[in-house]
């Protein structure tokens, strides 16, 4: 099966995701979208998977919606979109892609529900919790 992570290296979830993909033996495709950006119909089909509308995928922490005015009552979708494409940071992240589906995978454990196989257990995150136990089960 193949994946594909839309990834920031500098968020600890996004790192917790592609470790999990890694470890569970996949090789994914990891999309940087801080340097690469996004492209309007490709995001807009990245949210539609993931059943989400760009407000539901807005990042509202860490990053600028609250000074831009997206985090109002009122502003529509389309506002917050075009604020994605002009600024990366917007779009929360992990989002994650294999046959099974997309998702954004916060927490880290939703990732689970995207593979086929999972890494040996125990696993853990990188601050220490545990996502698999020993003997492979979800925690």
Wanted: hydrophobic residues 40%.
């Amino acid at each position: 099966m193949s994946a594909t992570i839309y990834h920031n290296p500098d968020c600890g979830t996004s790192r917790n995701v592609l470790a999990v993909i890694e470890a569970a033996g996949y090789r994914p495709t990891v999309i940087e979208y801080l340097q690469t950006g996004w492209d309007r119909d490709p995001l807009l089909k990245l949210l539609a998977d993931a059943g989400l509308t760009p407000r539901q995928a807005l990042r509202e922490t860490k990053s600028p919606a609250r000074d831009l005015g997206l985090l109002e009552p009122g502003v529509s979708d389309e506002t917050i979109l075009s604020a994605m494409l002009r600024t990366p940071v917007l779009v929360n992240r992990p989002f994650v892609v294999t046959a099974k589906g997309t998702k954004l995978c916060r927490p880290s454990e939703t990732v689970l529900d995207l593979l086929d196989t999972w890494p040996a257990g125990p696993f853990q995150k990188e601050d220490g919790e545990l996502m698999i136990d020993a003997e492979g089960r979800r925690v």
